[in-house]
């Protein structure tokens, strides 16, 4: 029930070996990752991550399937940015130290690791499959109606 209890501490499989320790986000903090990416976009001072190659890829590709796994992807909405710097707490590399300075020095591969866990710590339905999710669906409402 209370974020800050749910901590982890992940292996960076392209970074061996290193790890970073994270935590679960608030409900306040996954709104205010949603506002900042909308505000983002809104603004326009900032595109959304990764959007222009993925669009020009997509586009290129022509099918509605590969249009449907870029609105699938789980950071999509979510400024990245303000996951890292939230949920976040450390790392095992000694030098630069941790710090939320030092989070804007992680390459964009890094980056998109940890937030990716962080949101998958914090929103796992985001990062299942529609029949997963059906069947989960299926399982909650079986129970709610037995209780």
Sequence with gaps: MFASLT????????DPPHSVTIRKLTGREVER?????LKGLISGSRS????????QRNLAKG???AVAAVLADPL??????TILACGLLG???PTPP??????DDLDDDAAEFIARAILQL?????????????????????VSTAA
Excluded: C, M, Y
């Excluded at 914090?122 to 079986?142: D, N, R, S």
């Design 7 to 14: 901590q982890q501490t992940l292996l960076l499989p392209f």
């Design 33 to 37: 990752a949603q506002g900042e990416h």
């Design 48 to 55: 959304s991550r990764g959007w222009a190659e993925a669009f």
């Design 63 to 65: 099918t509605p399937g």
């Design 76 to 81: 999509n909405g979510f400024d990245r940015s």
């Design 91 to 93: 790392w095992s590399h």
């Design 98 to 103: 941790f710090s939320l300075a030092a989070i």
């Design 122 to 142: 914090t929103k796992p339905a985001l990062f299942l499959t529609v029949e997963a999710a059906q069947e989960e669906k299926k399982t909650a409402t079986a």
